[in-house]
């Protein structure tokens, strides 16, 4: 609201206007949405005003040993290179939605114009950091199984063993006769008399005859950022760690960080299935959620998880489901990632936002008007007598000019031209020739010119 002016306020035709949009915009707020459309990149959206996204990506691969990897090892750059190019090419093509929204309308857009790339693969060695997923057994409960309850999921051993447990033992081991054992995990233990009780977390049966038991805590660090600490001496990009670990079955952790991603055991499953898996994860990292409850309201009202076959009734084939497809994202989905990356500054210092791109600029030939944060890597030139109004915050990479031809206006209003990166863009050349940059100043009259309003302020600048 604060951004109309006076003389819009004292028109009773526009107070009519703003109650209106002031009713649109409280709905839309309500659901977190408001400015999410400018930024979905449509078929038609120019790639000027809804440039791809970037996002700068080093991979990192922990070995277990020199001599006994356990995981990828520098002869698996063509794995690591293919799965980035499935991923992308994911994002990329979007496909179709096959499961039906409630407003009956086929949400798409052809492509999510965001690409993870890789600009570094680095391989590390340390068999503590390649375990992420461990077991510490406490051999000294070696507890003689007396029995199991089904009904009650309860096990019961001999001894009063509750007060020795170490506080994080949350596991048991099974040993069977046969020489196999199983890991089960348990919510509760009791004394019970001379006996203990354990009250297991999945209710299960046992075939075989049981014998001893043994107490250990299972050391999940998939989501434990000390390897982001320790190896991402480039803060400005998004890592990949691929581990490992002394348990068996592929995990991943903490989609939810812009800045991090670990996969474990990714050598444990397919490659397309770990293409498919690690682009949903990487969707958690720019900012998606589950599609089982809707993010947006152009995404369907539920959607069934189990990684089962895509079709029209239950299940989607969203990239942040869980189906057997992962083709699709819904425009909402894809303008509210493009929002972040386009807005914020932890998000745009992870791309490759001041990655200046020189001789193609951006030119203004009819008066234009930005009314979304924007990510600028070109030269602007506001061509003659044109008028470019920036209303949202605006980033221009180093090495970046705004050239104001002959009677040309940049008028920022209510927004910041700025640099995120510390490095400081070219600044704005007044009446001075994009393609002759030594002309000389045109007369005064002809000047370009600034206007800066509602404490609209230009900076981050080496020379105005
Ligand atoms: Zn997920």
Same mark, same amino acid.
């Given at each position: 609201?604060?951004?109309?002016?006076?003389?819009?306020?004292?028109?009773?035709?526009?107070?009519?206007?703003?109650?209106?949009?002031?009713?649109?915009?409280?709905?839309?707020?309500?659901?977190?949405?408001?400015?999410?459309?400018?930024? +979905?990149?449509?078929?038609?959206?120019?790639?000027?005003?809804?440039?791809?996204?970037?996002?700068?990506?080093?991979?990192?691969?922990?070995?277990?040993?020199?001599?006994?990897?356990?995981?990828?090892?520098?002869?698996?750059?063509?794995?690591?290179?293919?799965?980035?190019?499935?991923?992308?090419?994911?994002?990329?093509?979007?496909?179709?939605?096959?499961?039906?929204? /409630?407003?009956?309308?086929?949400?798409? +857009?052809?492509?999510?114009?965001?690409?993870?790339?890789?600009?570094?693969?680095?391989?590390?060695?340390?068999?503590?950091?390649?375990?992420?997923?461990?077991?510490?057994?406490?051999?000294?409960?070696?507890?003689?199984?007396?029995?199991?309850?089904?009904?009650?999921?309860?096990?019961?051993?001999?001894?009063?063993?509750? #007060?020795?447990?170490?506080?994080?033992?949350?596991?048991?081991?099974?040993?069977?006769?046969?020489?196999?054992?199983?890991?089960?995990?348990? #919510?509760?233990?009791? *004394?019970?008399?001379?006996?203990? *009780?354990?009250?297991?977390?999945?209710?299960? /049966?046992?075939?075989?005859?049981?014998?001893?038991?043994?107490?250990?805590?299972?050391?999940?660090?998939?989501?434990?950022?000390? $390897?982001?600490?320790?190896?991402?001496?480039?803060?400005?990009?998004?890592?990949?760690?691929?581990?490992?670990?002394?348990?068996?079955?592929?995990?991943?952790?903490?989609?939810?960080?812009?800045?991090?991603?670990?996969?474990?055991?990714?050598?444990?499953?397919?490659?397309?299935?770990?293409?498919?898996?690690?682009?949903?994860? $990487?969707?958690?990292?720019?900012?998606?959620?589950?599609?089982?409850?809707?993010?947006?309201?152009?995404?369907?009202?539920?959607?069934?998880?189990?990684?089962?076959?895509?079709?029209?009734?239950?299940?989607?084939?969203?990239?942040?489901?869980?189906?057997?497809?992962?083709?699709?994202?819904?425009?909402?989905?894809?303008?509210?990632?493009? /929002?972040?990356?386009?807005?914020?500054?932890?998000?745009?210092?992870?791309?490759?936002?001041?990655?200046?791109?020189?001789?193609?600029?951006?030119?203004?030939?009819?008066?234009?008007?930005?009314?979304?944060?924007?990510?600028?890597?070109?030269?602007?030139?506001?061509?003659?007598?044109?008028? &470019?109004?920036?209303?949202?915050?605006?980033?221009?990479?180093?090495?970046?000019?705004?050239?104001?031809?002959?009677?040309?206006? &940049?008028?920022?209003?209510?927004?910041?031209?700025?640099?995120?990166?510390?490095?400081?863009?070219?600044? *704005?050349?007044?009446?001075?020739?994009?393609?002759? #940059?030594?002309?000389?100043?045109?007369?005064?009259?002809?000047?370009?010119?600034?206007?800066?309003?509602?404490?609209?302020?230009?900076?981050?600048?080496?020379?105005?």
């Amino acid at each position: 609201m604060k951004l109309l002016n006076q003389n819009q306020l004292q028109s009773i035709a526009f107070n009519k206007l703003i109650l209106v949009l002031f009713f649109y915009c409280a709905i839309n707020a309500l659901y977190g949405q408001h400015d999410i459309e400018k930024y +979905i990149p449509h078929e038609e959206s120019p790639l000027v005003t809804h440039p791809q996204i970037e996002i700068r990506t080093i991979v990192h691969v922990i070995k277990r040993s020199h001599d006994v990897a356990d995981n990828l090892t520098e002869d698996s750059l063509s794995y690591i290179t293919q799965q980035y190019d499935w991923i992308n090419s994911f994002y990329r093509d979007l496909r179709k939605p096959t499961l039906a929204t /409630s407003d009956g309308v086929e949400h798409h +857009i052809p492509s999510a114009r965001l690409e993870f790339k890789v600009v570094d693969i680095l391989f590390h060695v340390d068999a503590n950091d390649w375990d992420r997923m461990s077991t510490e057994e406490d051999t000294r409960h070696s507890m003689n199984f007396v029995s199991y309850n089904e009904s009650t999921s309860e096990l019961v051993v001999e001894g009063k063993w509750k #007060s020795s447990l170490q506080r994080a033992e949350d596991s048991l081991k099974i040993s069977f006769k046969d020489g196999s054992h199983e890991i089960v995990r348990f #919510s509760s233990v009791k *004394v019970d008399g001379q006996q203990t *009780v354990f009250k297991l977390i999945s209710n299960r /049966s046992f075939e075989k005859e049981a014998t001893i038991i043994t107490a250990f805590k299972e050391n999940n660090r998939n989501c434990a950022t000390d $390897l982001w600490d320790k190896y991402a001496t480039d803060k400005n990009a998004l890592h990949v760690f691929y581990t490992g670990s002394s348990k068996s079955g592929i995990a991943f952790g903490c989609g939810p960080q812009p800045y991090f991603l670990n996969v474990t055991n990714i050598i444990k499953g397919g490659d397309w299935a770990g293409a498919q898996l690690t682009a949903h994860e $990487l969707g958690h990292t720019v900012g998606l959620s589950h599609t089982d409850r809707p993010q947006f309201d152009d995404l369907p009202k539920a959607d069934k998880f189990g990684f089962i076959d895509c079709n029209q009734s239950a299940t989607s084939n969203n990239i942040m489901g869980y189906n057997i497809c992962r083709n699709y994202l819904s425009p909402k989905q894809v303008g509210y990632v493009h /929002s972040l990356y386009s807005k914020r500054k932890d998000r745009i210092l992870l791309t490759t936002a001041n990655e200046y791109i020189a001789n193609d600029p951006i030119e203004i030939w009819d008066d234009a008007i930005w009314d979304k944060a924007m990510v600028v890597k070109r030269d602007i030139v506001i061509r003659r007598g044109q008028t &470019l109004k920036i209303q949202e915050q605006l980033h221009m990479a180093a090495g970046a000019t705004i050239y104001l031809e002959a009677k040309a206006q &940049l008028i920022v209003d209510g927004a910041e031209v700025l640099n995120f990166f510390g490095t400081n863009w070219n600044g *704005v050349k007044v009446c001075s020739s994009y393609e002759r #940059s030594n002309k000389l100043p045109c007369k005064e009259k002809n000047q370009g010119q600034i206007i800066l309003r509602n404490n609209g302020n230009i900076k981050d600048i080496l020379q105005l």
